[in-house]
Nanobody
Framework: QVQLVESGGGLVQPGGSLRLSCAAP????????MGWYRQAPGKQRDLVAT?????????KDSVKGRFTISRDNYQNTVTVSLQMNTLKPEDTAVYYC?????????WGQGTQVTVSS
């Protein structure tokens, strides 16, 4: 069983920044896409951003220009990060890392991001 380890959540004031990271013991050559979802209280889990093995990216409209997704690979461990700038209260949610490989996918345990003054 592959475990995704997330880090970087926390409490930040509106306008602030946070960086989320997710590390997985998977070779980047086997990955289709990596991404981040978020789920606010009482709402469904929504896609925030994705990045393919080749580096193509997708962003939810409401985070374009504020969030940046990136990936790194070192010794068969892949890391996908989400740099979040100019955070707004509506960005408050539990953020989940997601990795898709042929035949299945993997989820992180979730990390809380709270944007509040």
């Amino acid at each position: 069983q592959v475990q995704l380890v997330e880090s970087g959540g926390g409490l930040v004031q509106p306008g602030g920044s946070l960086r989320l990271s997710c590390a997985a013991p998977i070779s980047i050559s086997t990955i289709n896409t990596m991404g981040w979802y978020r789920q606010a209280p009482g709402k469904q889990r929504d896609l925030v951003a994705t990045i393919t093995r080749g580096g193509s990216t997708y962003y939810k409209d409401s985070v374009k220009g504020r969030f940046t997704i990136s990936r790194d690979n070192y010794q068969n461990t892949v890391t996908v990060s989400l740099q979040m700038n100019t955070l707004k209260p509506e960005d408050t949610a539990v953020y989940y890392c997601h990795i898709v490989v042929p035949g299945r996918d993997y989820w992180g345990q979730g990390t809380q991001v709270t944007v509040s003054s």
